[in-house]
């Protein structure tokens, strides 16, 4: 498989769950630690999927979102969070992410939303909305 999957996590513990899961799983997985560092990367290496977390340091995956927008990146991008706040998640819609996927998961529902993702079917779900 020659897939290539970014993620960007800050939290380690997590980052390095999804790393594990996803390349035992074949795809090729590049991962930083916050939106910054994201988004000098997709400067420079084509990547398949963004994985993205809402709640970082400095820059929220939102604003990562906006800013793939303005460099005409059309890659599509999974929000992996645990807001799921429903403003939120209508927001990272509204900005062009094709999935919402709230913490905590398991390995086997983040292949799967992957898997949706990349095959261009809807990956969102959110399984708890507070309105």
Not at 4 to 28: F, K, N, P, W
């Amino acid at each position: 498989m020659s897939v290539t999957v970014m993620i960007v996590e800050d939290d380690d513990m997590v980052r390095e769950m999804m790393d594990i899961t996803l390349s035992q799983a074949g795809y090729r997985v590049t991962s930083v630690g916050s939106g910054e560092s994201a988004l000098d990367l997709l400067r420079r290496i084509k990547v398949d999927l963004v994985l993205l977390d809402i709640h970082m340091p400095q820059m929220s995956g939102l604003d990562v979102l906006m800013a793939m927008g303005r460099m005409g990146r059309n890659t599509p991008v999974l929000m992996v969070t645990a807001n799921r706040q429903a403003e939120t998640v209508a927001e990272a819609m509204r900005l062009g992410c094709v999935g919402y996927m709230a913490k905590p998961f398991a390995p086997t529902d983040l292949l799967g939303r992957v898997a949706r993702a990349l095959a261009g079917r809807p990956a969102a779900r959110v399984d708890y909305v507070e309105i």
